[in-house]
């Protein structure tokens, strides 16, 4: 869906003549978790899209498929996110015209996408987004995460946002290389579930994604069930200190 806030950063020509670039997000989408499994790479976020702090979207798909070995998922700005795709479109049709029998792995993305996010910091005209690249290219699996500045690593397991306070936590505690499909999809739906409880930003609308040397799927939209009726849910206020 293709959002207008891409008009809301585009440079705008002010009194005196200068450009002035917008600073701060407009749409934004909350919490994207990834982490390798048996077969592949697992990736999960909701489907919500933020305006401030109204939920103005329902259904914005932050995972994306980039070639043939890669999955992209994104936490952030959405029309920077779609900025991007089209970035990776570019080079994605560019390695394929060297018709070589060649294409570019999830570690090549990774490495793409932290430069162009390093490059866009440094001009002070950020692209506000956190971004989660996994993929499997010859039977390796690959993970890793880059921050609007361009701060990036790997590992077994990465989130965005609230994830990376909440559900990480969870998957240091319970994550194993060994995992089937369906214990990893268990594991992120417990991720999510807390999330939904505790981030206001995020809806109960999910798609789960994953990647093996076969390709890649993406789930259809879906909720969790969920239980409201928790003491600490019906009077979050009680025994706050300060508190109203």
Not at 53 to 60: D, E
Not at 162 to 172: Q, S, V, Y
Request: charged share 25%; aromatic share 10%; glycine share 10%.
């Amino acid at each position: 869906m293709e959002l207008q806030t891409l008009a809301m950063k585009d440079a705008t020509i002010v009194d005196d003549g200068t450009t002035e670039r917008t600073s701060y997000p407009y749409v934004t989408g909350t919490s994207v978790i990834g982490m390798k499994y048996k077969e592949g790479v697992i990736m999960a976020a909701d489907t919500g899209g933020s305006y401030g702090s109204t939920l103005r979207y329902k259904s914005v798909e932050r995972i994306k498929p980039i070639g043939k070995h890669s999955l992209l998922g994104a936490s952030g700005e959405i029309s920077d996110f779609q900025e991007i795709l089209r970035y990776l479109d570019e080079l994605i049709l560019y390695d394929n015209m060297w018709d070589d029998g060649n294409s570019l792995g999830p570690k090549e993305v990774h490495n793409y996408l932290t430069r162009v996010m390093y490059n866009r910091r440094n001009k002070f005209d950020p692209l506000w987004n956190s971004l989660v690249l996994g993929g499997v290219k010859n039977g390796q699996k690959y993970l890793g995460m880059v921050s609007m500045n361009g701060t990036h690593f790997e590992d077994n397991h990465v989130a965005t946002g609230f994830g990376n306070h909440l559900a990480r936590p969870i998957l240091r505690a319970e994550w194993h290389e060994d995992l089937s499909f369906e214990e990893a999809v268990k594991l992120m739906e417990k991720c999510l579930l807390v999330l939904l409880y505790r981030d206001r930003s995020a809806i109960n609308k999910f798609q789960v994604a994953k990647i093996t040397e076969e390709g890649v799927t993406i789930s259809q939209p879906y909720a969790l069930k969920t239980y409201w009726g928790f003491s600490a849910f019906q009077n979050p206020s009680k025994g706050a200190v300060g508190s109203w």
